[in-house]
C-alpha cells in the first residue's frame, strides 16, 4: 500500500504559491513569483538526495505541466530531469480529456480524493507529491496525507494561495527538523 508524502516550500505565512520563478504561477494578481530564488545550499540538496526515490509522484494537472515543462527544457546537468522522466507520474485532473506529454505518465481523472484513495491500493511505497497546493487541500481534507516535508522560508508573503486552507484541526507529529545555512527549516511531519 502506498503513502502520500507531500515536499512543499512555504513562506512563514504558509504561501506555497510561485515559489521557483516570477512567471511560476501568477493567479489571483500574485506578484511575489520566484520567492525562493537564493535559499538553495548544500544542507538542502544533500536532505533532498537522501530522500531517495519515489515509488511513484502525483501531481495536479497545472504543476504537471509546470515542472515537468519547465525540468525537462532546461540545460544540462540538472538534479531532476532524469528523476522526473523516468519515475511513474499520477496526473489528478478533473477533465478526463486531458492529454499528459511526458513519459511515465498515468491520468487519474476525476474527484480526487477517490481517484488517490485507488491509487494507494495499487503503488506499493512512497508517492511522492510536489507542489499541487489545491491537490494537496483535497487530498488533506479526506486524510489520505500520511507525511509532510515542509522548507519552511524565512519570509512573510502577506498575499499568495496558502498549503491549507479552511477545515478541520489536525495534529502532525514532527519526524526530523534541519535547518540550512539560509535559514531554511526542513521539516518531516507524520499525520496523527
Known amino acids: 500500500m502506498g503513502t502520500i508524502s507531500v515536499f512543499v516550500s512555504v513562506s512563514l505565512d504558509g504561501v506555497m504559491q510561485g515559489p521557483g520563478r516570477a512567471d511560476e504561477d501568477t493567479r489571483g494578481g500574485f506578484r511575489h513569483g520566484g520567492w525562493g530564488a537564493g535559499y538553495a545550499d548544500q544542507v538542502i540538496g544533500k536532505y533532498v538526495a537522501e530522500q531517495g526515490g519515489a515509488a511513484a509522484m502525483l501531481f495536479g494537472r497545472r504543476t504537471y505541466d ?4 519547465y525540468w525537462t527544457s532546461v540545460g544540462e546537468p540538472n538534479p531532476f530531469t532524469e528523476t522526473l522522466v523516468n519515475t511513474p507520474k499520477y496526473v489528478a485532473s478533473r477533465r478526463p480529456d486531458t ?18 484513495a485507488g491509487l494507494k491500493e495499487r503503488v506499493d511505497g512512497v508517492i511522492r507529491v510536489l507542489g499541487s497546493g489545491e491537490l494537496v487541500r483535497s487530498l488533506h481534507a479526506a486524510g489520505l496525507v500520511e507525511e509532510y516535508v515542509l522548507l519552511t522560508h524565512p519570509i512573510v508573503l502577506g498575499s499568495g494561495t496558502r498549503l491549507f486552507g479552511e477545515g ?3 495534529g502532525l507529529e514532527l519526524q526530523e527538523a534541519i535547518t540550512a545555512t539560509t535559514g531554511v527549516v526542513i521539516a518531516r511531519y507524520r499525520t496523527n
Do not use: I
Open 66 to 69: 509546470d515542472v515537468l515543462g
Open 168 to 170: 478541520e484541526r489536525t
Open 99 to 116: 492529454v499528459l506529454a511526458h513519459p511515465n505518465s498515468t491520468l487519474l481523472a476525476g474527484e480526487a480524493a477517490g481517484a488517490v
